[in-house]
Each structure stands twice: as structure tokens, then as C-alpha cells.
């Protein structure tokens, strides 16, 4: 059982819909990272939680430690949105180790 | 402008031919960090460095060398190649640790023949 699970793998939405991806792990960590992959590859980081919940413009992720899970939420989703999210865990046995959840590929259709 | 770089981006290789994958970063960020992805499998952290002279390996360090001469530098070594290390890679850098926001680089893409 990996470490890190992401649900769902796949997921197609059509534009305005509200999106929820979920990551559940199963190690202690110290802080989450939810981050974005373009098609063309790239990755830019979204948020960085260690507790609570953070917004950012239609983007929403919320983490509860003592479940052991985080959501990323997209509120009014864009064709735009389409790309792969990706959860990542920092262990709390060491600061400089992330572990990969494998990623939620999203589609969002006009 | 903040940023992280790659070289090669792109690199078609023979086994056992030496190779090394740039990265530099213009942020006087500590933490550095090598991660490859494969399809099905995510990315999966090869090395990290905390400081200069400070590395450490992660879950797939096999076949990989890396040192950190120069805070801003971060190379990839891949002394004899394998087409098991053909994959997408990686690096990446935060301000200390792993528990800051991550600025990754654009990724090269190595194949091994």
C-alpha cells in the first residue's frame, strides 16, 4: 500500500462544475503540498498546509491531521483547470523527505 | 526573475555513456532536490541536499551522484546510464526544507538506449 493515495485517478468535469480531489497518507507528516502539472510538464506548487484550510482565487485545500487526509477543491472549474494534481507529504521523521501521492489527472470540458 | 533551470532538457543517451543533468537556482534557497517521474509511479525523490556539502538520498538513490559544491547548483550524475533510468526528472528547490514551497524546474527528459 503506498504511503500517499489519491482519489480519483481520473476525473472529467465540465466547465462551472465544483471539483473535489482527495489524499489520504499513512505517515506522520509535518506539512502537505498540492501541486499542479501542466500537459506540457511543468510543476508549480498551489499550496503548502499544515493545518486548516487556504484559498487561493477558486482554489481551496483543507487538510484534517488527525484523519490523515487533505481535499483540493476548484470552485466554477475552467477548461484551464485541466492538468494533473499531485499530493505530496513531508514526514515528519525528517523535514527534507517528500513522498508522492501518483496524481488525479482532471479534464474539464466546455 | 526567481527560477529554477535544467540542462539538458532533453537527452537521448547510450548505456554506460556518463552523463550529467544540470540545475541552478537563483534564489539563495538551502534545500535542493532530485525527483524522477515514471508513469503510474509519481515522482519519487532520487537526492536532496539541506545546505552545501550536506546531501542526503531519498528513495531511489541507486545509480545517481549528486554533490553541492555552490549553493546555487545541484547536479545530477549518472555515472553508467541504463534504460531503467530512462524517465522524466526533476529538480527542485525551498527556502530550507521540504516543508516550504517547492520552485521545480522544467524537467529533462533522458532516455537510455
Known amino acids: 500500500k503506498n504511503e500517499v493515495e489519491q482519489s480519483p485517478q481520473n476525473l472529467t468535469a465540465q466547465e462551472g462544475e465544483f471539483i473535489t480531489i482527495n489524499c489520504s497518507y499513512s505517515v506522520g507528516i509535518s506539512a502537505l503540498h498540492w501541486l499542479q502539472q501542466h500537459p506540457g510538464g511543468g510543476i508549480v506548487s498551489l499550496f503548502m498546509l499544515s493545518s486548516g484550510k487556504k484559498k487561493h482565487g477558486r482554489l481551496i485545500a483543507t487538510i484534517n491531521i488527525q484523519e490523515k487526509h487533505s481535499s483540493l477543491h476548484i470552485t466554477a472549474s475552467h477548461p484551464r483547470d485541466s492538468a494533473v494534481y499531485i499530493c505530496?507529504?513531508?514526514?515528519?521523521?525528517?523535514?527534507?523527505?517528500?513522498?508522492f501521492g501518483t496524481g488525479t489527472r482532471l479534464q474539464v470540458t466546455l | 526573475e526567481a527560477q529554477v533551470t535544467q540542462n539538458p532538457r532533453y537527452l537521448i543517451t547510450v548505456t554506460g555513456k556518463k552523463l550529467t543533468v544540470t540545475c541552478s537556482q537563483n534564489m539563495n534557497h538551502e534545500y535542493m532536490s532530485w525527483y524522477r517521474q515514471d508513469p503510474g509511479l509519481g515522482l519519487r525523490q532520487i537526492y536532496y541536499?539541506?545546505?552545501?556539502?550536506?546531501?542526503d538520498k531519498g528513495d531511489v538513490p541507486e545509480g545517481y551522484k549528486v554533490s553541492r559544491k555552490e549553493k546555487r547548483n545541484f547536479p545530477l550524475i549518472l555515472e553508467s546510464p541504463s534504460p531503467n533510468q530512462t524517465s522524466l526528472y526533476f529538480c527542485?528547490?525551498?527556502?530550507?526544507?521540504?516543508?516550504?514551497?517547492?520552485?521545480f524546474g522544467p524537467g529533462t527528459r533522458l532516455t537510455v538506449t
Open positions: 541536499s539541506m545546505n552545501v556539502e550536506v546531501t
Open positions: 505530496a507529504v513531508v514526514n515528519s521523521g525528517t523535514a527534507s523527505k517528500l513522498t
Open positions: 527542485a528547490s525551498s527556502f530550507v526544507s521540504g516543508g516550504y514551497e517547492q520552485y
